[in-house]
């Protein structure tokens, strides 16, 4: 009896002396309690709603909920910097946009660095833009619009959802490429800027499919072109910029979920084959159709093609905002 009790003891003992699990060891039953995914804007918009119809599906896939939290403000920069602070188990994600993790880091100086203190999960979906007018715009196509703009330099006002954004640089880019001159108006939100669109206060828009085609389905807005090589599935009687006169003229706006710097790798596999699951649902995929979204292919889905796809837009449209002296507010 005496020696089965040294034995236990001793047992104890040699135990109390291991050192602790590594991370990525006692990651093996993540996750064990509900996922915070960090939406950097207000409710509403579009990459709220997308994040909304993936965190539903995702659920079933990682038997815990994923809870949506709106933390908004700087371009998107508060709530993803609120990431990258965060303790990297894999329990708080962010779904980050052109905004968040190409534009602020030309626009900003940030805390953090925007592509290397992340972990990529998985791109998501994107949508292009569309060229927009009010109802009463005279033109009735793009050539028209930019010879109207030509005729009335700095007469035009164009709204967007804040400087910085994708709306508000696709505007300084579309002065550049057609020679015209108009003025830039900020708002707290796309969906205010379309307000005034439909009010005729400001004159264009170059707005997200997910805000504004409702509108122009219904007959309020004209809806000039799409930024991309083909048109939308959603809107197929929308020509491309291709086909509407300004060749080349693509910006989309993308979405993609990333992790702080330093989550264990088990943990992103986990994360990125919820999230292709979910991007595979035919339910999700009609939601985000219905938005005008456009689901990655199987392969852009790995954590290895979002890194090389965030470098490569960031070595694009870094020297872009940088020559057109854009400053974040």
């Known amino acids: 009896m005496r020696l089965a009790r040294r034995?236990?003891?001793h047992l104890a003992a040699g135990a109390a002396s291991l050192p602790a699990l590594p991370r990525i060891a006692r990651a093996q039953g993540y996750p064990s309690r509900p996922i915070t995914i960090v939406v950097p804007f207000a409710a509403g918009g579009s990459t709220d709603v997308a994040a909304r119809i993936l965190s539903e599906r995702m659920r079933s896939s990682l038997g815990q909920p994923a809870i949506i939290e709106n933390v908004a403000g700087g371009n998107g920069g508060i709530g993803v910097g609120r990431v990258a602070r965060a303790t990297p188990d894999g329990y708080t994600i962010v779904i980050g946009i052109w905004n968040t993790h190409v534009a602020n880091g030309a626009l900003y100086t940030l805390p953090y660095d925007v592509l290397n203190d992340f972990e990529p999960i998985s791109l998501i979906a994107t949508q292009p833009y569309l060229i927009e007018a009010k109802k009463t715009m005279p033109a009735n196509d793009l050539q028209g619009l930019i010879a109207w703009l030509k005729a009335n330099p700095g007469k035009a006002s164009q709204g967007h959802a804040g400087v910085g954004g994708g709306s508000h640089v696709a505007g300084v880019l579309f002065q550049t490429e057609t020679g015209t001159r108009?003025?830039?108006v900020p708002y707290r939100g796309g969906s205010a800027a379309l307000?005034?669109?439909l009010g005729g206060q400001i004159d264009i828009m170059?707005?997200?499919p997910a805000n504004s085609q409702q509108q122009v389905r219904l007959g309020?807005?004209?809806a000039y072109a799409v930024t991309a090589k083909t048109r939308l599935a959603s809107a197929p009687d929308i020509p491309t910029?291709?086909?509407?006169?300004?060749?080349g003229f693509y910006m989309s706006l993308w979405q993609a979920f990333f992790a702080p710097?330093?989550?264990p790798k088990n943990v992103i596999v986990k994360l990125n084959a919820a999230t292709v699951e979910a991007l595979a649902d035919s339910t999700v995929r009609s939601r985000l159709a219905d938005l005008g979204q456009e689901i990655y292919s199987r392969d852009q889905q790995t954590p290895e093609a979002l890194r090389a796809f965030q470098k490569a837009e960031i070595d694009k449209w870094w020297p872009i905002i940088k020559a057109a002296n854009i400053k974040g507010e």
Do not use: C
């Open 7 to 9: 034995r236990f003891l």
């Open 182 to 184: 108009f003025q830039s």
């Open 195 to 197: 307000q005034d669109l």
């Open 206 to 208: 170059i707005d997200p």
């Open 220 to 222: 309020n807005i004209k």
């Open 241 to 247: 910029v291709d086909e509407a006169g300004l060749p």
């Open 261 to 263: 710097k330093g989550t």
